[in-house]
């Protein structure tokens, strides 16, 4: 009988609570698929624990290197702070090992294209982790949208409206350009903005503002744009920590439907609601509920659609060119923000100041002095 598909070996950098409460799950689900071999973590109490909550024979490593080099895994997830992406991206492909990367994948275009060129080399592939797009309400949703189904996208809004204290941007890398890449624009309406991408496709032309509102960071704390798509819609999108009543939320008006998407932090195919036009049957819109399997969006949904993809030998979803606009739209932003002008997609090129940082050297976003 012909043999399946190899198990793959597994390994983790990074040890905190995303990999340990959002990774360490996903690789339990896929177990009959991978083998979790080892896991790197420059704090050895911190790597104590992960292991001996991994439940199983996870060699131990200080060193990214030193674990590339012993254990040449076919895998590695990494859950680091975002500083540190883009060298343990390339190291691991370098050592030929297929990458998935918590968000952001890196700080800047620039770094983005060492991992490209880094990719062409070695011949294994990165993503990055945009859970959001792989739960089963958000694939029916992305199917009856590019199928033509809903009529043409018209007006979208998309919002991250979430609240962070100064406790939170007490940990040293948040909030600060070298180590975070911006504010919430980068740490956490990414996520809303990548599943609004996914949904309507490519952009064209971005018009942002940026401010710090609250916090004492050298980021914004607040960022909000208007966003005109390729088949012509326009959209909204607003990304705050400033939020006491917090929501996660994409809603999209097509000619013949609504579609709005309400959660926080996951969803599921309850939190999808379509609203039919006046004019369309009843019996058309029936048909839009998503299907009765209720995938959640999460670590476990992308996880096995990376699988899926290293078992065929083709580049996962989350990376490439899905990765790279992702990331220019926050870019884009930002240089829309800072210098009070729209920008166009393909705009920021090398030589551009927002290619080699999401600040653009600005000097009204030098770092500030703190207490």
Not at 82 to 89: G, K
Request: hydrophobic letters at 40%; glycine letters at 10%.
């Amino acid at each position: 009988m012909p043999s399946g598909p190899p198990r793959r070996r597994v390994a983790v950098i990074g040890t905190g609570a995303i990999v340990s409460g959002g990774h360490l799950p996903a690789l339990r689900s896929h177990a009959g698929r991978l083998d979790l071999v080892a896991a790197v973590d420059v704090d050895e109490t911190r790597l104590r624990a992960f292991r001996d909550a991994a439940g199983a024979d996870v060699a131990g490593y200080t060193s990214t290197d030193a674990m590339l080099d012993a254990v040449r895994p076919d895998l590695v997830l990494i859950g680091t702070p975002p500083s540190l992406h883009r060298e343990q991206t390339v190291a691991a492909l370098e050592s030929g090992a297929w990458v998935l990367c918590e968000k952001p994948l890196c700080l800047s275009l620039a770094e983005y294209d060492e991992i490209a060129e880094a990719e062409k080399a070695s011949g294994a592939h990165a993503s990055v982790v945009f859970q959001h797009r792989y739960g089963s309400g958000a694939v029916h949703a992305r199917e009856l949208i590019t199928s033509g189904e809903l009529g043409a996208p018209l007006v979208a809004h998309c919002q991250t409206t979430w609240h962070r204290d100064a406790d939170y941007y007490a940990v040293p890398w948040r909030g600060r350009w070298a180590t975070e890449g911006g504010g919430p624009t980068m740490g956490h309406g990414i996520h809303q903005f990548d599943l609004l991408l996914h949904l309507l496709g490519p952009w064209t032309e971005i018009r942002a503002m940026a401010a710090r509102l609250v916090h004492d960071t050298e980021g914004e704390d607040v960022s909000t744009a208007l966003v005109r798509f390729a088949n012509g819609a326009l959209a909204t999108v607003v990304n705050s920590v400033l939020s006491p009543d917090e929501v996660s939320r994409i809603r999209v008006d097509c000619a013949d439907a609504t579609v709005e998407l309400t959660h926080l932090y996951g969803h599921r195919n309850d939190d999808w609601v379509y609203t039919p036009a006046p004019h369309v049957p009843a019996g058309r819109a029936a048909a839009w509920r998503t299907p009765a399997a209720d995938v959640p969006s999460s670590h476990t949904a992308q996880l096995g659609a990376l699988l899926d993809a290293y078992d065929n030998g083709v580049r996962p979803p989350g990376g490439g060119a899905d990765a790279r606009a992702t990331l220019e739209l926050a870019a884009a932003l930002y240089k829309s923000a800072f210098t009070g002008q729209p920008v166009h997609a393909g705009e920021i090129a090398p030589g551009d100041p927002y290619h080699r940082a999401m600040h653009g050297d600005h000097p009204h976003w030098a770092p500030k002095e703190r207490a």
